[in-house]
């Protein structure tokens, strides 16, 4: 039995999303309390520099509670190279809670 089909990504024009299936890559993070890094897998879309990730079950994880307020740095394994940002989460009023990911501007090629 072939499995059902993705539900095509919603998209305005001139985006580029990137839907990742969980597991595929990964987020680091610095806790704000703890100060130790972690790594968790995420699914996300990407548009140009900005990465939104959708928290599946928040009310299980503690992790996505390091981005409230005013946010925190965040370190993004995309496209197999590594990527920093400013990640702020927000809860919706039903509990669902997204975290919107501004990316830095990667490094300047080096030319020698």
Known sequence: ????????????????????????????????????????????????DVVTIAVAMPERKLWWRNFTGEGWPISLDLDGSGRTGHAVADVDGKGRVTISVRLDHPPAASSR
Do not use: E, L, N
């Open 1 to 48: 039995m072939t499995p059902p089909a993705s539900p095509p990504s919603a998209a305005s024009p001139g985006t580029r999303p990137t839907p990742r299936a969980a597991g595929d890559r990964s987020s680091s993070a610095a806790g704000r309390r703890s100060g130790r890094t972690f790594s968790t897998p995420v699914a996300y879309q990407r548009a140009a």
